[in-house]
């Protein structure tokens, strides 16, 4: 069942949650489901928790909103220990989404989403507009889709409802117990975009239990990958674990392609770009051949007034040329954006048979990227995470 619940105060952003020791032993079980699990998850951040199955992720998550009692340990939401708050209360401060949403099949989409503003004895035009609200921001057009009954739509409209309702009295804390597990392969990548962007806006503290290691990568600002009983084997950044697995569990739940897959997850404005000479139309050409002829790409790369990348001129070029660089060389054929991943990077250097692609934040130059610019930034990234740093 999927329930959501609603915070004091309207407009609440995140709360950091923290599990000290905390274990859960189930009646008649020799081992505990969960053994003294100790896990800070900041404010407005997603944490992932990956794991193998009945390893104890649900276990650990429905403890934070006592659907489950921990035998030990305390659970602090911003600070406040869960147990000293009225279970049902508690529950209203915190959006509750499981596979295929949990909805009510006896109640409209419409009072499903209602249901916990409803318990908060929300005024019925600010409920209303609220329902309005959350299902246009999940992607559903109220009018349409209000009245119909759960069973009345797909399997991913289903799951934006839950995910609606999980949110319609706006909790700082969303717990999502494999949300995204019942639905096809396209709906979900979907659905990781929609709450991608509904995260940008909401800065909520996710918890988000996944068996779908790419899915913790893409949506986690961190990822917790746990062994039996929780135990916490690696707790970092995703760009951290893919640089640098704590071990061979780690590296199991990686798969293949862990360099690509850090690669997907690393941004060209974090790595240290290609040191190409960069300069302007009216440059005397001896000049920059000296520059160029000191650093590591034959080629300097000519940018407008606006600081555009415009052209290409290689050492050749330059050694033909006497006076100013003018409109000598080749125009730039591809740019990309500093907010690509290097892996896009690696997609245009390939697609494009150019060996050097400019670099661009608010169209302005700010490096380039080659082959050996992203070998490059795999050693960094691996090297920083042996290091202890983020990746
Ligand atoms: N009510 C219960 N009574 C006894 N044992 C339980 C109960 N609920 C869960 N367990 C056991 O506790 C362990 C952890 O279960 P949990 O559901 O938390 O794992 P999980 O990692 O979420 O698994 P999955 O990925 O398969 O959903 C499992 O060994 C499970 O069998």
């Known amino acids: 069942m999927s329930e959501t619940t609603a915070p004091a105060q309207a407009d609440s952003r995140g709360a950091e949650i923290e599990l000290r020791g905390v274990t859960k032993r189930y009646p008649g079980q020799k081992k505990p489901a969960v053994d003294n699990v100790n896990l800070t998850i900041p404010d407005g951040e997603i944490v992932m928790l990956v794991g193998p199955s009945g390893c104890g992720k649900t276990t650990t998550m429905r403890m934070i909103n006592r659907l489950i009692e921990p035998t030990d340990g305390d659970i602090l939401i911003g600070g406040e220990d869960v147990r000293k708050k009225d279970p049902n209360e508690l529950r209203r401060h915190i959006g509750y989404v499981i596979q295929a949403g949990g909805l009510f099949p006896h109640m409209s989409v419409a009072d499903n989403v209602a249901l916990v503003p409803r318990m908060l004895k929300w005024p019925s035009q600010k409920v209303s507009d609220r329902v309005d609200e959350m299902l246009s921001l999940v992607g559903l057009e109220p009018s349409q889709f209000g009245d119909r009954y759960p069973r009345q739509l797909s399997g991913g409209q289903q799951q934006r409802v839950g995910v609606a309702r999980a949110l319609a009295a706006d909790p700082p804390v969303l717990l999502m117990d494999e949300p995204f597990g019942a639905v096809d392969p396209i709906t979900r990548t979907h659905l990781q975009d929609e709450l991608l962007a509904l995260q940008d806006e909401l800065s909520k503290t996710i918890v988000f239990v996944t068996h779908d290691f790419d899915e913790a990568v893409k949506l986690g600002d961190r990822i917790a990958i746990l062994a039996q009983g929780s135990e916490i084997v690696q707790y970092d950044e995703p760009a951290a674990i893919l640089a640098s ?3 061979d569990f780690v590296r199991g739940f990686i798969g293949e392609g862990g360099a690509m897959k850090l690669l997907n997850v690393t941004r060209l404005a974090d790595i240290e770009l290609a040191d190409v000479v960069a300069t302007r139309p009216g440059a005397d050409a001896a000049g920059v051949l000296a520059e160029v002829s000191e650093k590591e790409t034959p080629w300097a790369v000519v940018l407008d007034e606006s600081q555009r990348p415009v052209r290409w001129v290689s050492r050749d070029a330059l050694a033909d040329l006497s006076g ?20 896009e990077a690696l997609e245009v250097l390939l697609k494009s048979d150019a060996e050097c692609v400019p670099v661009t934040v608010r169209r302005k130059y700010v490096g380039s990227v080659t082959l050996a610019t992203v070998q490059h930034a795999i050693n960094q990234l691996r090297e920083r995470a042996k290091g202890g740093g983020r990746a």
């Open 324 to 343: 100013d660089i003018g409109d000598a060389g080749d125009p730039v054929s591809a740019t990309i954006n500093g907010r690509s991943t290097v892996r």
């Open 245 to 247: 697995p704590a071990n």
